[in-house]
């Protein structure tokens, strides 16, 4: 390869560029800083010198023609000279696909317009979601009626998949969330010599609400993002397309098996979290607190009503009808390609945690409302 | 011969366009029926709307004597078990090995024994030409010459009078399409099928097609043999058997 360079003389009024060697993506960098340096003010006329140059490619085409009508705009002459034959066919080809490419008019959105199509957009949405709804109702009635058509093997295995081997993450989780509960109350609780109160604190505070958010919070995450990235890639590769030419309704063989399964396991894994947070809060009791495991069982047999486990147990199929819906739905509505897979599987873990908190939020309304 | 399928007046919107703007074509008995067009203009969408996978806007579609507009479900659950689709990319159902593929729709629509389904499924491995030592791998160990062949074998399942295929041949080397030209045309002899494809094969379609039937412009610009189809007068048919035949 020759040596390129770009020589830059000014003569009076009259700019010369002269290039050697070759003009190509690789150096245009270079010799764009060079040349917007230099003020064209002054200038009068331009000469482009490219007899030694032996080669330019079509990004070094683009550049020179970017430059001549730079020129052209303030009306300074240019002149090009070159006796290369290749060179000059590459600059009529760039400077000819110019013309054509000119008609390209992009129209522009006006915000007006973007909040039209986005409102209209979230409507669609809501309008599928409510057909998904629908079409699951109908299809659960169905189920539900026909003992016989009721896919056990499907619904046992989903409630391995989602139930059983969420047992340890469950547990782990809500263990955690008892102790760390615990560990900071006790703290509180202590300057009030209120010792024995956090047996109440820890019973109600974990049987009601946080062992069942948790554990759906924790199921979201996991089965939800599941669901939609199952059925997603089902979509993408048509066996959707394939199952229902086949007569198979995709409700009666991958929805309702899925949502029944998790409305089956999440109260189950609400129970263990239940446990496992107790167990945890017990424990700090125990060594901070000096609350012998007797004193907290004693205590808390006589101030906790059995009411209060049965109002965490409760929330969990609501819950995860909550979680098993949005994720399958989402699953469905991914498109042919992969951005949407990732796409619809963030955006049903996020929603299902969302509608999680605000049927939570709804609950604890009606039950203070009932006085329950 | 009887009509198999018969689009009449057939328009589709796609978003704000239009695809199909008053479509006509029918398919007789025994037939090997192509769809042929330039890129886009929806002859998978057709294909689509034959199986019940999408709705057209207005006109008539009839498929083995059902009208698709008016379709009830219990007659629509009847018709798809009268007719097998191939998707272009096989759509095995991943979770299920090539044998259970096949088996599933014997398993859920018949009261057939487990052993009575067994030798049907290995009749339909070896009628397609699939080894019965591979049907106990799954889709994603398998290649995919073998993917469309066992995909052939589920759709042949039920034992269908007509088969739809989507572009059978793309992404096969050229002696794995002529092997599957040749078992198409086999099977249409050895079951009296009547098959309705898409395809881009010019060499596939000049083996096995009986009739075709060209899309462009949103209408059938011709129906019939493919030998005549060289005389009309249209560009894209010009430039795509002169390609052809050059080849």
């Known amino acids: 390869m020759s040596d390129s360079s770009l020589d830059i003389k000014i003569i009076q009024n009259r700019l010369s560029l002269i290039f050697k060697g070759e003009l190509t993506l690789l150096n245009i960098a270079d010799y764009s800083k060079q040349v917007d340096v230099i003020s064209l003010n002054q200038q009068q006329s331009v000469y482009i010198d490219f007899r030694e140059l032996n080669f330019l490619d079509s990004a070094g085409a683009v550049f020179i023609r970017s430059f001549m009508k730079k020129l052209s705009s303030r009306s300074i002459a240019v002149e090009t000279l070159c006796q290369n034959r290749d060179i000059l066919a590459m600059l009529e080809l760039v400077s000819s696909q110019e013309n054509s490419s000119i008609t390209t008019n992009k129209n522009k959105i006006t915000l007006l317009e973007k909040i039209g199509k986005v409102t209209l957009n979230n409507y669609y949405g809501f309008i599928s979601f409510m057909h998904f709804i629908g079409e699951l109702f109908v299809n659960k009635f169905h189920y539900l009626l026909t003992p016989k058509n009721i896919r056990y093997k499907e619904i046992a295995f989903e409630i391995n998949e989602s139930g059983v081997k969420a047992f340890w993450i469950v547990s782990l989780t809500s263990f955690l969330i008892g102790l760390v509960l615990a560990y900071q109350s006790a703290y509180q609780l202590k300057i009030y010599g209120a010792n024995i109160f956090i047996v109440d604190m820890l019973g109600l505070s974990i049987l009601r609400e946080l062992a069942p958010v948790i554990t759906a919070i924790v199921v979201a995450g996991r089965s939800g993002s599941a669901f939609t990235a199952q059925i997603g890639a089902m979509k993408i590769t048509q066996e959707l397309d394939a199952m229902r030419t086949m007569g198979f309704n995709p409700y009666r063989f991958l929805v309702v098996p899925r949502i029944l399964a998790l409305m089956i396991s999440l109260p189950i894994l609400i129970f263990v979290a239940d446990m496992m947070a107790l167990l945890g809060g017990m424990i700090i009791a125990n060594i901070d607190l000096g609350i012998s495991t007797d004193l907290f069982l004693d205590r808390f047999s006589s101030v906790i009503a059995v009411k209060h486990f049965f109002i965490g147990i409760i929330k969990g199929p609501f819950f995860a009808f909550l979680i098993a819906s949005i994720g399958i739905y989402r699953g469905l509505m991914v498109k042919d390609d992969t951005q949407s897979l990732g796409f619809n599987t963030t955006k049903s873990v996020v929603e299902a945690i969302f509608a999680v908190i605000v049927c939570d939020a709804i609950f604890s309304i009606a039950f203070t409302s009932l006085k329950i | ?247």
């Open chain 2, 1 to 247: 011969m009887k009509n198999i399928i018969k689009v009449r007046d057939l328009k589709t919107l796609f978003g704000d366009k239009m695809i199909h703007d008053g479509l006509n074509l029918t398919v007789k008995e025994g037939e090997i029926y192509g769809l042929l067009g330039p890129s886009g203009c929806g002859k998978t969408t057709l294909l689509r709307e034959m199986v019940m996978l999408q709705k057209s806007l207005s006109g008539s579609i009839e498929v083995l004597g059902y009208e698709l507009n008016s379709i009830r479900y219990a007659e629509a659950q009847e018709l798809r078990k009268k007719f097998g689709v191939l998707f272009q990319f096989g759509a095995l159902f991943s979770s299920l090995t090539i044998r259970e593929n096949i088996a599933l729709p014997l398993v859920e629509f018949t009261n057939l024994s487990r052993g009575m389904i067994g030798e049907i499924v290995d009749f339909k491995i070896n009628i397609v030409g699939l080894e019965v030592g591979d049907a106990d791998l799954y889709p994603s160990q398998i290649s995919g010459g073998m993917k469309k062949k066992a995909a052939l074998a589920r759709s042949l399942a039920m034992d269908p009078k007509l088969l739809f295929l989507d572009e059978p041949t793309s992404g096969l080397d050229p002696i794995s399409a002529r092997e599957f030209d040749s078992l198409i045309l086999k099977l249409r002899d050895l079951l009296g099928l009547t098959i309705m494809m898409v395809s881009h094969d010019l060499t596939s379609m000049y083996d096995t097609l009986d009739s075709v039937a060209i899309i462009d412009n949103k209408k059938i610009i011709y129906e019939g043999t493919l030998n005549n189809a060289i005389k009309i007068d249209n560009e894209f048919i010009r430039t795509f058997f002169r390609k052809g035949e050059s080849i």
